[in-house]
């Protein structure tokens, strides 16, 4: 089993693509996509495994042009595929 984090990201619409390669090279998994009433902003919650989380913030940033505040918390554990 590998522990997995629940992220919830913040960005502008036009942050999206980097938020998804992001999470693609890293086994995350986005499920859930809501546009903020009012703002261009777009929350977007994935579950990510923690053993791929180290430089994450970092690597998103670079990829969102610095526009991507992520927060990650604990969510559950995972059978690993084998």
């Known amino acids: 089993q ?3 984090f629940l992220v919830e990201i913040t960005c502008p619409q036009e942050a999206m693509s980097g938020v998804y390669n992001c ?3 890293r086994r995350g998994c986005v499920f859930e996509e809501n546009q ?3 703002t261009p ?3 977007v ?3 990510l495994p923690v053993s791929e989380s180290f430089g994450f913030v970092a690597a998103l ?3 969102t042009s610095g ?3 992520p927060q990650c ?3 559950h554990w995972e059978n690993l595929p084998g």
Do not use: C
Request: cysteine-free; glycine content about 4%.
């Open 45 to 47: 919650k994935a579950h």
């Open 73 to 75: 918390v604990f969510d």
């Open 61 to 63: 940033r670079q990829a």
């Open 2 to 4: 590998e522990p997995v």
């Open 41 to 43: 902003l777009v929350q």
């Open 67 to 69: 526009q991507a505040f």
């Open 36 to 38: 903020r009433e009012g």
């Open 23 to 25: 999470m693609n090279l």
